[in-house]
């Protein structure tokens, strides 16, 4: 298939570059692989990146015997960016191919969803001014920041059960953001999305839409390289650098438990999403802190055999702190806590987590190696007892260009 693809775009690539009066294209090699040609009419980037993972979960706490393994590809993507006709007209697309990549679980069974999801994102741009960017497709909604940081931007192994429980992932609409410079420094983001609610590849959808917005404050100007969208302080900032940000989301008539994700309710919900982040980088110290909460005035649904199915709402946070040395080798701790409302207490446990993290980065985050020790504790807040205590480590490699 790589093959296949490689060839089409050479072909592609040639045919273009024929209709322009110099024969020889423009090579960049500094984000992957890129080519264009020489009157600009035409670009194209290749990435791929790859996550490698030996996971082990111990059987409690008590007891550190393996109850489990996983050994896997995590993650195996391929992406193209560029542009077409001119630069105001820009595409991004990415491409997943691993197992666990493209949501073969049980816990995203889904009516709206049934086929195998390579597609990632595939978006569209136009950007009529200098601040303003549209884009129609499918790709992240503005949520909450370790969502909208890459997965192969992450200083952990993975993102947290925070994030797993209320955020907005992937969805197919409308995107809108606009870049506001106040004075020399200071810079504010305003994103906004119009979609369709069921998340990505839905081969559906209801008369009900999801309303996303998010606000980012940088009163300090903006990071090196692009440093409020990746995890720890690789770049160490020689100034202080602060991100704020915060934002809503109302998924008007859901039809899964988590909006975008998750298995189908039994009849439609609408929601609230708040979440609100917070990030600080200094000579390669940082810590970053997000809050996210999950409204819905009605959670539970039954069918005609009286099974029931939640909207998953509740309270998380994460914490996390970070020291990179001048070698790029970083230790890094987190904590996480998620608590459902009192409606839910009795289908949905309190869960909390501890862990600590070395990470050696080789190429910043495109080649690196993780080591993480995580401790987990579920507690059933109904009756104050805890459960399902354990700890896991993992190793990770990631590769990409």
Not at 11 to 33: C, D, H, M, R, W
Not at 177 to 204: C, D, H, M, Q, W
Not at 243 to 258: A, E, M, P
Not at 276 to 293: C, H, N, P, Q, T
Request: proline residues 3%.
């Amino acid at each position: 298939m790589k093959k296949t693809l490689f060839l089409l775009l050479t072909i592609t690539f040639v045919t273009v570059t024929a209709q322009t009066e110099q024969k020889s294209p423009y090579f960049n090699f500094k984000n992957g692989l890129g080519f264009a040609t020489p009157d600009s009419s035409y670009s194209i980037n290749i990435r791929f990146r790859m996550q490698n993972r030996l996971m082990m979960n111990t059987i409690s706490d008590e007891d550190l015997n393996p109850a489990s393994y996983e050994f896997r590809v995590r993650r195996c993507r391929l992406s193209f960016t560029g542009h077409v006709y001119n630069p105001k007209w820009s595409y991004y697309l990415q491409l997943s191919f691993s197992r666990g990549d493209m949501d073969w679980s049980m816990n995203d069974a889904s009516n709206y969803n049934t086929g195998v999801n390579v597609v990632r994102d595939a978006m569209i741009y136009y950007k009529p001014i200098k601040h303003l960017q549209i884009g129609i497709g499918q790709t992240k909604l503005p949520g909450n920041r370790q969502r909208v940081v890459s997965s192969g931007s992450l200083q952990f192994y993975d993102r947290s059960p925070a994030n797993s429980n209320f955020t907005l992932d992937r969805d197919a609409g409308l995107f809108l953001t606009y870049t506001l410079p106040i004075g020399k420094k200071f810079v504010t983001l305003i994103k906004g999305a119009v979609t369709s609610g069921e998340g990505r590849n839905s081969n559906s959808s209801n008369p009900g839409l999801a309303y996303s917005g998010r606000l980012e404050m940088l009163p300090l100007g903006t990071f090196t390289d692009g440093g409020d969208y990746f995890e720890g302080d690789v770049a160490r900032e020689e100034k202080p650098k602060i991100s704020i940000g915060g934002g809503y989301h109302l998924n008007d008539l859901s039809v899964r438990t988590q909006g975008t994700l998750g298995k189908d309710l039994y009849e439609s919900r609408s929601f609230e999403v708040y979440f609100a982040d917070f990030l600080l980088k200094y000579k390669g110290f940082a810590v970053s802190s997000e809050y996210l909460r999950r409204n819905c005035d009605n959670p539970v649904t039954k069918n005609s055999t009286g099974s029931s199915r939640t909207v998953v709402e509740g309270d998380g946070i994460n914490s996390q702190i970070s020291y990179c040395f001048k070698s790029r080798w970083e230790v890094a701790a987190r904590h996480t806590l998620v608590s459902p409302h009192n409606d839910l207490l009795s289908s949905i446990h309190e869960n909390e987590q501890y862990g600590l993290g070395v990470t050696k980065y080789l190429m910043k985050h495109k080649v690196k190696v993780q080591g993480n020790v995580f401790y987990n504790r579920e507690r059933n807040l109904k009756t104050n007892k805890d459960l399902n205590k354990y700890w896991f480590g993992v190793i990770q490699l990631e590769l990409g260009i």
